[in-house]
């Protein structure tokens, strides 16, 4: 890899992975539409030589045809990425997941380029029978709009690489991920509470769902290492697919016993009730990550250690909060 393509550079995963590839001395052109990513966050890469920012959206599809011409491996992260409120705009998925995945494609295509990472969720797998959850569980019953999108979004890459379009696809399904530049997400919102009045907190359903996390240098890692090691050539399908998780998962409660220790407060907790926080929330998530860890990759953080260091960069970065409400 010379030259990487990042959709969705000035999100939270997109500005890690942007900068640990430069870092790596790979060039970046970094794509992205700003609705949900921050300036800030690309700071550092703007100073480099090596780095390109191009503003443009996933649905324009020349100019993102245009922008891509250089690269020869693509990383697909930008989408919308708000599970909750699926709902209140149903095409929104379907355009910014799965149409705007089909542009990646077509773009690359076009510009003969023959590699991509795609960011998929481990929501696909709905509300999953078997746990932890393989890559290769019962093809799953879908249980929000988001995962629909992304299922959408991961079929056309291996129609693509299949078909003979690519040379290496590579579909990650991540848990919820955690870490600096994190701006959405239980930690978020408890953190964003906890300024606002630090004697009660709101908790979305019961609090014993169960949820394992990753953090964000480990998720970009396992990217990387699998792209390096370019899994997929020589395999029997073009298309590789990983579960990017910790080999652990916390209940709610357990994550808000850390946070609440981390910041020494006691608030009394108000539950909205039910098993689940909101419709299409799968009360048990946790992924089996045999088939990652067999390539050498394994993650360095606890659960609890991830979460403490999202907790701390959201102390210092309360700005976050005012861009994104
Ligand atoms: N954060 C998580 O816990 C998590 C878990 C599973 C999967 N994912 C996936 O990882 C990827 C990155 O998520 P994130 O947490 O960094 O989210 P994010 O919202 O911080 O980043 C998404 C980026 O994409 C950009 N973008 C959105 N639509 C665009 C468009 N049409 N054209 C160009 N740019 C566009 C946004 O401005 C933003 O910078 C997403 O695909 C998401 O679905 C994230």
Redesign the pocket.
Known sequence: MKHAFV?????????TLTDRLLADGIAVTG????????ERFLEAALQQPRFRLVR????DLPALTTAMKEADFVF??????DIKDGWAHPRKDLE??TL?TFNVLEAMRANGVRRIAF?????TYGEATLIPTPEDAPFPVQTSL?AAS?VAGETLLSAYAEGGQLDEAYIFR?????GER????HVFDFYRQLVEHPDRLRILGDGQQRKSYLYVQDCVDAMLHVARRATAKGAKHRTQVYNLGTPEYVEVNQSIGHICAALGLKPRLEYTGGDRGWIGDNPFIFLDTKKINATGWKPKLTIEQGIIRTLRWLEANRWVYERRK
Do not use: E, R
């Open positions: 959709t969705g550079a000035a999100g939270f995963i997109g500005s794509w992205d539409n700003f609705s949900t990513g921050q443009g959206d996933n649905l697909h992260l930008a989408a919308n990425a910014q997941n705007a960011s998929s969720t481990g929501s988001y992304k991540f848990v919820s991920i955690l994190y701006t959405h997400g």
